[in-house]
Structure formats: structure tokens, C-alpha cells
């Protein structure tokens, strides 16, 4: 069994974009769970400000005046949005335990209890389970078909409605810190790391202000980047689409002479013409696939840097790496 004793930091840590309005409540809630937790040794609160243009940054300065034994805020120099954020996020943590969990008190602290619990009994990743989703009908059915489409085509086993928010061991954080890929959707990096791992069911709150950041455009962005960085199963069914294809077009080809001999060739041009129709769009669209895989291999190729970092806040004493 493992003891909190034998650890001397846990970390917090959060993306933020533009949350000044849920930035204050989710930290006075964040520093009273903790507080109530007892813990036998130090924490901090990681907070990357991913490019917010409202009072954000203003925000999480006085917090860090406020707390600077504990506050550590990392400003990013443009939105770079919620993969690359959360990516900093984990990097920037120093704790032997780190949880990620977002800003915008949709990730209810509650739980902590319980995934420190499971820490102790062994497990180097608790993640939470969305049980009751907040979010619109429309949002909730997509999120609904592209976990399952996930979990269905890709090789490793990926759990069903499991977000960021999770408890990490910090050998896991290093481990996903290490992985050159750019392209990082993180609830698939974290399972794809092994170790031993657990879900608890969680009841994801209501925004507290404002709406998702994300937007369905961000979001189709991210399924599409978890859908093709963790799975081949479209390249698959394409060869099998292009092999019923062939063969159609075959069998059509040896029954053009009939359809001429018996002088209907009106009606069939006009189905083979269908035909051409379908088979070009097939192929456009396994160009479209093809051309995904393409450029998530020119993004790594070019190796650009995940984010940027404006300005580092913290107290001398918390220096970072
Ligand atoms: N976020 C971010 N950069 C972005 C979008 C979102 O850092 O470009 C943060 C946001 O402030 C929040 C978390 O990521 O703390 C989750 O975002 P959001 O609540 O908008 O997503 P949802 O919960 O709707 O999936
Ligand atoms: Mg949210």
C-alpha cells in the first residue's frame, strides 16, 4: 500500500481560456477542498493561462499574490488551445501526484477523496467517468457515437466517457511528457501509457459561466485528432470499400455487352453514369482520409514547439524547472 506520507508535493493544475468570471469561485473552491483534504504534504495550483484576452491574466495574478506559496501561473503567448494547454499544464507541475481538471468548475473536486484513494491502493491513473453530461442534446449524442466509434476502431482500449480530469503518478505525467508526438489528445496518450489504471463515475457539473470554449468546431477539431492519431480503422474500411468497389465495377463492365445487345443502353448509361458519380466521390473521400494522415505526419515532420510561454508567475521559491 502506498502512503501520502511518502510524497512531499501533489499538484493541481488547469488549463484556462478567457475564464475570468469562473476563475475566482473555481479557486476558492479548489483551495477549500484541498484544505479539507488534511494532506500530509505541501501542494501547489498550476494555472496555464492559454492566450485568455479578458481579465484572466489579471485574475490569476492576484492569486498568485494571494497564494504564492502554493500559485504558479504560466501564461502562453497566443491561444494554443486546450490539448496544447493542458500539455503545459502537466509540464509545469513538480508534484509526485497530479491532477488535471478545468477551470470552469465543471470537474467537481468532491471526488479527490476517492482518487486519492485508489492511488493508495495502487492505481497510477484515476480518471473520471462522466456519468450525467451537462451539455447540450446535440453535444451529448456526438460525444456519445465518438467514444464508442473511438473505443470500437482503435487498437488500444480506451475508455468510454473519460475526459482530462484525472489523477496522473507523476511516472505517467513523465511518460507523456516524453512522447514526441504534437498531436496530443491526452485522455488516449493516458491510456495508451499502460500502468494500471481505474475509472470512477463522476457527475460533470454545469459551466458556471459562460459557454464550452470549445465550440463544436473545436470539438469535431479534437475528435478528428483522437479518431486519427489513435486509430487506422478508416484506412481499413476504405480497402474493403475500394474492394466491393472494383468488383462492382467489374461486374458492370462484363454486363455492358448485354445491355448493348438488347438495346436498352438508355436507362443504363444513366446507371452507369450513378455509378461513376459514386466511385469518384468514394475516392474523394479516401483522398480527404488519406490527406488527414498526411498532414498530421507534416505537422510532427515540421516539429514546431506544442505552445509558447509569454511569462512565468510565481514566488522565488517556487522556480520552475
Ligand atoms: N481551454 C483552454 N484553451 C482553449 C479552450 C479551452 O485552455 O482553447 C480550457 C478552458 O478554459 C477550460 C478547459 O480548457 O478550463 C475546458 O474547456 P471548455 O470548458 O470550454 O470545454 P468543455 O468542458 O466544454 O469540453
Ligand atoms: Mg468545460
Known amino acids: 500500500m502506498r502512503s501520502l506520507n511518502d510524497i512531499s508535493l501533489i499538484s493541481f493544475v488547469s488549463p484556462a481560456h478567457n475564464e475570468a468570471n469562473s476563475l475566482s469561485p473555481f479557486l476558492s473552491e479548489l483551495i477549500d477542498s484541498i484544505e479539507k483534504l488534511n494532506l500530509p504534504c505541501a501542494y501547489e495550483i498550476v494555472v496555464v ?22 500559485m504558479r501561473v504560466v501564461r502562453l503567448t497566443r491561444n494554443f488551445g486546450f490539448c496544447a494547454a493542458s500539455t503545459a ?12 481538471m478545468d477551470a470552469d468548475m465543471q470537474d467537481d473536486p468532491a471526488i479527490f477523496p ?13 480518471y473520471a467517468v462522466r456519468m450525467k453530461r451537462q451539455e447540450s442534446t446535440i453535444v451529448k449524442a456526438l460525444t456519445w457515437i465518438f467514444y464508442r466509434m473511438l473505443r470500437l476502431t482503435s487498437p488500444i482500449s480506451l475508455p468510454l466517457d473519460a475526459g482530462t480530469y484525472a489523477l496522473m503518478d507523476r511516472k505517467v505525467v513523465n511518460a507523456i511528457e516524453k512522447l514526441p508526438e504534437r498531436n496530443r489528445y491526452i ?58 468497389g472494383l468488383g462492382i465495377a467489374f461486374l458492370l463492365i462484363l454486363a455492358c455487352p448485354a445491355f448493348l445487345f438488347l438495346g436498352h443502353m438508355n436507362w ?21 482520409l488519406l490527406s488527414e494522415y498526411v498532414a498530421l505526419v507534416y505537422d510532427e515532420v515540421r516539429n514546431r514547439p506544442l505552445y509558447l510561454v509569454d511569462r512565468i508567475i510565481e514566488n522565488q521559491s517556487l522556480e520552475h524547472r
Open 187 to 244: 485522455p488516449g496518450l493516458r491510456s495508451w501509457s499502460g500502468y494500471r489504471q481505474i475509472g470512477i463515475p463522476v457527475q460533470r457539473r454545469q459551466r458556471i459561466h459562460g459557454r464550452s470554449r470549445m465550440g463544436l468546431r473545436k470539438l469535431f477539431d479534437l475528435a478528428m485528432m483522437a479518431f486519427f492519431t489513435f486509430s487506422y480503422t478508416p484506412l481499413f474500411f476504405f480497402r474493403l470499400l475500394a474492394i466491393c
Open 89 to 100: 499544464a502537466l509540464y509545469y507541475s513538480k508534484g509526485d501526484i497530479v491532477i488535471l
Open 268 to 288: 443504363q448509361s444513366v446507371l452507369m453514369l450513378l455509378m461513376v458519380a459514386f466511385f469518384s466521390s468514394v475516392n474523394l473521400l479516401g483522398i480527404v
Open 114 to 126: 476517492s482518487f486519492l484513494e485508489k492511488w493508495i491502493e495502487g492505481y497510477d491513473v484515476v
Open 49 to 70: 493561462d492559454d492566450g485568455s484576452m479578458d481579465d484572466t491574466p489579471d485574475i490569476l495574478a492576484s492569486w498568485v499574490e494571494s497564494y504564492p506559496d502554493v
